[in-house]
């Protein structure tokens, strides 16, 4: 097992709810990227959504797109986030799932990307625009060298479909909790909890649900309900609002806090 | 090459369905409602009515007398997808999505849109038949494409500018695709190009392929055979696979698509993406795309909007791979030469987009033999460009 797989295995043991934290990685530069995480692992972040910036993120909102051009103007590149992966490795086993679009990794080569990645301490990949009838071509290589592969849920997704995507799915299931980009609209508790329970009478795989949650009290009544929580543009959203700030760490830290409070 | 694409929507390496998995159940519907409607005679005879009573289907295959004369080569013939209702070949296409929209029950539809030919078509047929219209469409397209911003309005649809990236086709079609995902369940899309995630592809070609089929019969009535060689205009490549489609399988029948070359192919500046580009995957499929060595997708440059389109349809990456048809390019420059030149010549004005594929048939039919004929693709008329060609002069 991973270190994704280990670390629901404990959080459970403990009866705790898995906070996922995603970043867009270099926004505002590698170097913040780096900085955040490691502070985000002393707040109490479970599990770190590394996201690779793309041109053309046709499945985010205004605020990651935002945030994945900015960091694209800054250079970055995949091979600088596998380097800021390896980097962080050196001082912490935070499970690190990278988040992006397949053209980069396809550019990058499916076969090296894979290698360099678990080289680098990747632990799992969760690539938006590719459904389990494209995956194979990657799932190939990332299989191979041990990585998870995230599948995505959505709430359109049907019950046969689901079955499908169940048979291949590895270390979490992300449930989206909208029907719409990241970050666009409130999650709905009272749909989340009949979709989620739904999910599980078919698995026992974690499941974690993102996409729009943003408050303290969305994620306590939202962590009631899953084995994880996602929070994407909320902090992508604090990180652009404070990124000329000194105390940047700190504030997106205290943001942090409460969120991993109300969780329990 | 008949038996493409696969049932999951690949030609060979290309196409494909890369979409976020919102979408999917979506994208799976749709190619269940589209091959039965293939397969239902009341569909084609209901899209035959169509485009005959409404479109003004068939489009005449005219002999350009005083081109030909003027190049004093092969034989010209233009195939005039510019006189259909509302200005291009666009129309095709978006009777047969909205026919098929209604179909599926959806009330709603969305469209993305460079030059405004697409969105024109769609917002005419959503007026036809009652659908509430959105199109998608850049804030550098909708300032050069004016007139066609009103004809929009006009006709109902509300006109989204799009602010993001260049600004122009490909950031109108993500932002018509993020729309999409938050309203997937009511909403269909009318996507107007031999792109984005199968089934789209395929169905689109097909819509389009009326143009070849119309071409064999007008050529072989008035010519007793094929012609030697088909050209057209490639931005998605709609009205040139439209015209190869019918012809695929005659190899005698040579077939260009031309792309955009912009202010040059040594440049940045252009929209080659078959010519300039390398293999990749964005909106929805696998194809030759202009991109960066980091697989970040580059901005294309074009004086014609519609061919202004970072990726091409999967199905020409294969023909270009497989060497059925040539991509070739011509430039801004020479695009506008032929505008003014098929214009004074014929008294025919040209979209920008189809002047493309004028220019480059200006290039090899005078070294070409006289009993030769060369079909080119007319693919829309050129008023909605008097703003561009006012500020070239």
């Known amino acids: ?264 | 090459m008949n038996n493409l694409p696969d049932p999951y929507g690949h030609f060979d390496i290309f196409g494909g369905r890369y979409a976020a998995e919102t979408l999917m159940p979506a994208l799976l519907e749709l190619e269940v409602a589209y091959g039965k409607a293939k397969k239902d005679k009341s569909f084609a005879k209901e899209f035959d009515w169509y485009r005959r009573e409404y479109a003004g289907r068939p489009t005449p295959l005219y002999f350009a007398r005083r081109m030909t004369k003027a190049l004093g080569g092969a034989k010209i013939y233009l195939k005039r997808e510019d006189l259909n209702h509302t200005g291009s070949h666009k129309i095709n296409n978006t009777l047969g999505q909205a026919l098929l929209a209604r179909r599926m029950g959806k009330k709603k539809v969305i469209a993305e849109t460079g030059a405004g030919q697409h969105g024109v078509a769609t917002a005419t047929v959503a007026a036809l038949f009652g659908m509430e219209c959105k199109i998608f469409m850049g804030e550098e397209d909708i300032r050069r494409q004016e007139p066609n911003v009103f004809r929009m309005k006009i006709l109902g649809a509300e006109v989204v500018p799009v602010k993001s990236g260049t600004a122009t086709l490909k950031d109108a079609m993500n932002e018509a695709m993020r729309y999409w995902v938050g309203s997937v369940r009511d909403t269909f899309y009318i996507i107007g190009t031999t792109a984005g995630p199968h089934p789209y592809p395929v169905m689109v070609r097909n819509f389009q392929s009326v143009i070849g089929l119309e071409i064999k019969k007008q050529i072989h009535k008035t010519e007793g055979r094929n012609p030697d060689m088909l050209v057209a205009c490639v931005g998605g490549g709609s009205n040139a696979m439209g015209t190869f489609y019918a012809f695929r399988n005659e190899k005698k029948v040579a077939m260009l698509g031309v792309e955009a070359a912009g202010l040059g192919m040594n440049t940045k500046e252009h929209s080659a993406s078959i010519s300039g580009g390398k293999v990749g995957v964005l909106h929805g499929n696998k194809t030759y795309l202009l991109q960066d060595e980091h697989g970040q997708v580059r901005d294309a440059y074009s004086i014609a909007a519609g061919l202004d389109y970072p990726g091409v349809g999967p199905e020409h990456s294969y023909f270009a791979k497989t060497g059925r048809a040539t991509y070739v390019t011509v430039t801004d420059k020479e695009a506008i030469e032929a505008f003014s030149f098929l214009s004074k010549q014929e008294g025919i004005i040209p979209a920008l987009e189809s002047s493309h594929a004028i220019a480059y048939a200006m290039k090899i039919a005078p070294a070409m033999k006289k009993n030769k004929i060369i079909v080119i693709c007319l693919s829309g008329r050129g008023d909605k460009d008097a703003q561009t060609i006012i500020e070239t002069m």
Do not use: W
């Open chain 1, 1 to 264: 097992m991973g270190r994704i797989g280990l670390k629901f295995e404990s959080l459970r043991a403990r009866n705790e709810k898995a906070l996922i934290v995603y970043l867009t990685a270099g926004d505002p530069s590698l170097d913040a990227t780096k900085k955040l995480i490691l502070g985000l692992e002393n707040s109490g972040v479970d599990i770190l959504e590394i996201g690779v910036p793309f041109s053309d993120p046709t499945a985010d909102g205004p605020v990651i797109q935002a945030a994945s051009q900015r960091a694209l103007k800054t250079g970055t590149t995949l091979h600088g986030v596998l380097n800021l992966v390896a980097d962080i490795r050196r001082v912490s086993e935070i499970p690190i799932v990278l988040f992006g679009y397949f053209n980069p990794i396809f550019a990058y080569g499916v076969d090296q990307f894979a290698k360099t990645a678990k080289q680098a301490g990747v632990d799992g990949v969760l690539v938006v625009d590719l459904p389990p009838e494209e995956a194979s071509e990657l799932r190939i290589h990332t299989d191979a060298a041990g990585l998870d592969f995230i599948a995505l849920v959505a709430p359109t997704t049907g019950k046969g479909r689901l079955k499908t995507i169940l048979k291949s799915a590895t270390g979490f299931l992300y449930y989206i909790s909208i029907t719409g980009v990241t970050g666009t609209a409130a999650p709905k508790a009272a749909d989340i909890a009949r979709e989620v329970g739904n999910i599980r009478k078919l698995t026992g795989m974690p499941i974690a649900v993102g996409f729009g949650i943003s408050t303290a009290a969305q994620a306590q009544e939202i962590g009631g309900i899953a084995d994880g929580i996602v929070i994407g543009s909320a902090v992508v959203k604090l990180i652009d609002e404070n990124r000329d700030s000194d105390d940047l760490k700190e504030i997106v830290c205290e943001y942090i806090n409460k969120i991993k409070k109300s969780l329990g």
